[in-house]
C-alpha cells in the first residue's frame, strides 16, 4: 500500500464523465478518500467560478489549481499563488496572432473567469465554434468582447487558434522574440460539439505565463499542506496534464487519454487505467491501495 496523503484531480475528461458531472460511484471513492484523511483536490483548465461548483459539490477543504495551474486558490477563492503573462506579453501575443492569421482568446487575469475576444473577430467562424463548444463546457465564467487596441491586461494564458500551418507559424513567432514573456506549446483542438474536420485542420497555440502548469500549481498546493510529493497521486488525462502527472510520486493515465499521449510522459510508475466514463478512478485507487 502506497504511502498517499493527497490525490489530485484533473476536471474535464477525468473526475467529469461525458456529462460533465461526477459519477456517484467516483463521488462516493472522493469522499471515502478524504473521511480516511487522505486530502483531495482540484487542478484544471477551467477558471475558478468554473470550478467552485465542484469543489462544494466534494465538500473540498484544500486549495484547488485553476486555468491551467497559473492561479492557486484556496477553496474560498482567496488568492494563494498565480503567475501571469505581463502587459507586454500580452501585446506580443497579439501581435503574432495578426502575423500569422490565429484568432486569439485571452484569459484575463482580473476578473476571475473571464475569456476576452477582440471585437473585430466576433462573426468570425473560429470564434463561433469556439464558443459553441465554450457553452457545452463552461470552462469560463464570462465571455467579453474588447476592441482590440482597448486590451492592456495581464493573462493568465492566451489562445492562438487557427489552421495547423499557421498556429506552427505563430509558435515559430513566438519563438523568435528576443525577450520571451510566455512559455508557449502546440496542442490540438479538443472540445465538445466540435467538428471532426475542424478538430482535424486546426490546433492551438497555447501561451502561459512562464513557470506556471498543473505541476507548479500541484507543489505549490503540496507545500500549502505540508505534503511531500513523492505521497501525491495525480490524475489526467490531457496534454496540459503531463507537467503535473510527471511531478507526482503516483501519476494515473485515464483510459480516454489520446493516442501516444501516455509515451509523452516521463514517469517510471505511471498507471494506466480505464475511461472516465466507465471505473478508471475506482480501478485506479485500488491499484493504489487507498480505496
Partial sequence: MKDIALVAFDLDGTLLDSRKKIRQDVKAA??????????????????FAATQPFVEELELMTPVGVVHGAFVRDNQGLEIAKRV???????????????????PFIVGSEHDGELIVCEEH???PVVETVLHAESDQVIFDEIRFIEKQDIDM??????????RDSVMDALSRADSLPVQLFQSGLYPIHATGVAKEFEQQSAV??????????????????????IQMDRVAAFGDWHN???MLEAAGSPVLMGNAPEGLSEKINHPNLIRTGPNDGSGIIEALTKLGVY
Fill in 30 to 47: 472522493v469522499q471515502e478518500l478524504q473521511r480516511t484523511g487522505i486530502l483531495v483536490t482540484l487542478i484544471t483548465g477551467r477558471s
Fill in 122 to 124: 466576433r462573426k468570425h
Fill in 154 to 163: 495581464t493573462s493568465f494564458g492566451i489562445y492562438l487558434v487557427g489552421l
Fill in 205 to 226: 497555440a497555447m501561451f502561459s505565463p512562464v513557470g506556471a502548469d498543473k505541476a507548479f500549481a500541484l507543489r505549490e498546493i503540496s507545500d500549502c499542506l505540508g
Fill in 85 to 103: 503573462i505581463p502587459r507586454p506579453g500580452v501585446i506580443d501575443a497579439l501581435k503574432i496572432a495578426d502575423e500569422a492569421r490565429c484568432i
Fill in 241 to 243: 496534464d503531463i507537467p
